[in-house]
């Protein structure tokens, strides 16, 4: 049974690696994937922020999901990709790259198959995260990258802090 609110775009889902575990988003939040050979290193403090790549002479800075979501920051390697996304972060609209270890495929993912996140007495998790997905016998996050973002305050070495 479809959900009235979710059309079937809404319910692909992009599944990727980060720490060596699948995690999933929107596919209509996935504007590209691109190799990360062009990405170039940033001095920063925030371990998140990998630095930037160039998007047809527009650069996108990329963040690690490694570190926001309490994993070790990624090294990559020779199937890790950038997925360029389109997301609204504090009521702004961004363009942000995601380094991601490699890239599984799309699965549907429908409001009947995301669970609620069971009961940690933590409220971090749930904060970034709109639920786990039961796929092909194991579970797997589905991010939510906006609130997620937002929660990182990123900073560069030519502006004040700023959150992405």
Known sequence: MKSETETP???RHLIFQVGGHDHAIGLLEVREIT????????????R??????????????????APLLGLSP???GKDACVLVVD???????????LLAGSVSGVAEITPELLQPLPAT???????CLRGIARLE????PV?????LLAAASLTTPHSSPHSL
């Not at 190799?35 to 925030?46: K, R, V």
Request: hydrophobic share 40%; glycine share 12%; proline share 8%.
């Open 48 to 65: 998140a922020l990998r630095g930037v790549i160039d998007l047809r002479g527009a650069a996108v800075p990329v963040v690690d999901l």
């Open 74 to 76: 990624a090294e990559p």
């Open 9 to 11: 775009e809404e319910s």
């Open 121 to 127: 007495g933590s409220e971090a998790a749930g904060n």
């Open 87 to 97: 997301v609204e972060v504090r009521g702004r609209p961004a363009t942000i790259g």
């Open 35 to 46: 190799e990360c050979d062009s990405l170039a290193s940033m001095p920063t403090a925030d």
């Open 137 to 140: 016998g194991k579970f797997v």
């Open 143 to 147: 991010l939510d990258l906006p609130r």
